[in-house]
């Protein structure tokens, strides 16, 4: 045992050859070190113009703050295809390891910075360096065949353990790329100026579930998984969405009609039952609404399909809003009616180039003179009633200027001295 051990550190650690590898391996380091501190600003400084995508953003910065491994990769591919035809494996067998061991660290360093979990973040640098430790020492052989090994058959399929993790990881990694890149074409999409907002929408999700579907119908025959053998799971699916996942499905298919006729786009001001606010986000399953106090409200799609909405902005953003007011008897119609069209005319958010403002004597009332108001504005998702409450503040300074008065209601009330009658039929006093 001692003299096997012996021969191997002479062959492979004392030889020449591990200090010529070694110089090697020192020489890329530090030839590596400095083409990364020269080009990682130049390359980062430029990646930081793209705007409007900060998935690929943050898909390039992560590539781009590694480049020292990246060359350093790189170098020893460039060494190791060198030294190939022209040396023996138990020349070389350090720059392999340093190549391949590198070559994990970069890989691993940019996806736990990719990834934004910091859960899934760990677990995949875990797993990854689990696997990397298991192949360096030469147990990856032994532990693929025991993998292998303990499976079970059902039907004409043998689904081994080997199976089972491989299309997982396959899957998740597949479906987690096409999620990437789904939301990179997705901005590009949303970035366009000649489609609609929801057009926009429903062409990112068309492509974000196509992406999906290839990536898991990819992940499955990549492992070797026939997938006709899926058709008794799909009628599975087939029965939970009859018993279990109507509203799910309804929401879904709601949702696709939703961006289809384009009733409804982000944001749009939209009234729904009691709720009054703006669009902020379609979604496969719900609509997303924020109102004005800044709750926000995520309506299943369904409800957009079947109940009443009052969409403000569908075909136009102006939007006619009724002041009422009362003035006293004494005060002349004519001239409240000239200071009220004045005043509003002159609130900023009054639209005054699409329709002027309009006053009309409605009422003589109990107590005043009615008056209605009406005026126009062009961005209903600020708010009714901040601006109904501007007008009429405006209203009552323009009115005291004026010396018009607002009056508030009168009663009055008759009060009579009851009669008493004698027994005799006389009246007493």
């Known amino acids: 045992m001692i003299e096997e051990l012996e021969a191997w550190l002479r062959t492979f650690v004392l030889s020449e050859w591990t200090l010529y590898q070694l110089g090697i391996i020192a020489v890329g380091f530090a030839l590596s070190s400095f083409l990364a501190s020269r080009t990682e600003p130049v390359f980062e400084a430029r990646a930081r113009r793209i705007k409007g995508n900060p998935d690929l953003l943050r898909v390039i910065i992560a590539f781009m703050r590694r480049l020292r491994w990246l060359y350093l990769v790189l170098w020893l591919w460039i060494a190791h295809a060198a030294l190939a035809p022209r040396t023996w494996p138990s020349q070389r067998w350090l720059l392999a390891t340093a190549l391949t061991l590198v070559a994990a660290w970069f890989a691993v360093a940019v996806l ?3 990834i934004r979990n910091p859960t899934l973040s760990r677990l995949v640098a875990i797993v990854s360096w689990t696997y990397v430790a298991v192949y360096a020492i030469g147990l990856d052989g032994p532990l693929i065949s025991a993998m292998d090994g303990a499976a079970i058959t059902l039907g004409a399929m043998r689904l081994s353990l080997l199976v089972i993790v491989k299309a997982i990881v396959l899957a998740v990694a597949l479906v987690w790329l096409a999620v990437l890149f789904g939301n990179v074409l997705g901005h590009w999409v949303q970035r366009s100026s000649d489609l609609s907002p929801s057009f926009k929408v429903l062409i990112t999700k068309l492509i974000k579930i ?13 492992t070797g998984i026939d997938l006709t053998a899926l058709t008794v799971f799909s009628g599975a699916v087939g029965v939970g969405v009859g018993f279990g996942l109507q509203k799910v499905v309804s929401n879904f298919i709601s949702g696709i009609i939703i961006l289809l006729d384009k009733s409804i786009k982000p ?14 986000d379609l979604r496969s399953r719900f609509v997303s609404v924020i109102t004005r106090d800044g709750k926000e409200y995520l309506i299943p799609n369904e409800d957009f399909i079947s109940q009443q909405v009052v969409n403000w902005s569908f075909s136009s953003d102006y939007v006619r809003i009724d002041v009422d007011f009362g003035t006293s008897y004494d005060s002349d119609p004519h001239e409240v009616v000239r200071i009220a069209i004045e005043t509003a005319s002159a609130v900023p958010r009054v639209a005054n180039n699409y329709k002027p403002p309009v006053c009309w004597l409605t009422a003589f009332g109990a107590s005043s003179l009615d008056f209605r108001l009406r005026f126009w504005i062009s961005d209903p998702a600020n708010g009714l009633t901040n601006i109904r409450g501007e007008v009429l503040l405006a209203l009552w300074d323009a009115f005291k200027a004026s010396g018009i008065d607002i009056p508030f209601p009168h009663r009055e009330i008759i009060m009579k001295t009851p009669v008493e009658f004698r027994r005799d039929g006389g009246r007493e006093k």
Do not use: N, Q, Y
């Not at 196509?210 to 990549?222: D, F, Q």
């Not at 944001?267 to 902020?280: A, E, N, Q």
């Open 267 to 280: 944001g749009d001001t939209i009234t729904l039952g009691d709720t009054f606010g703006s669009i902020r």
């Open 210 to 222: 196509s992406l999906i579907v290839v990536a898991g119908a990819v992940a499955l025959s990549a």
């Open 112 to 114: 736990t910075k990719i």
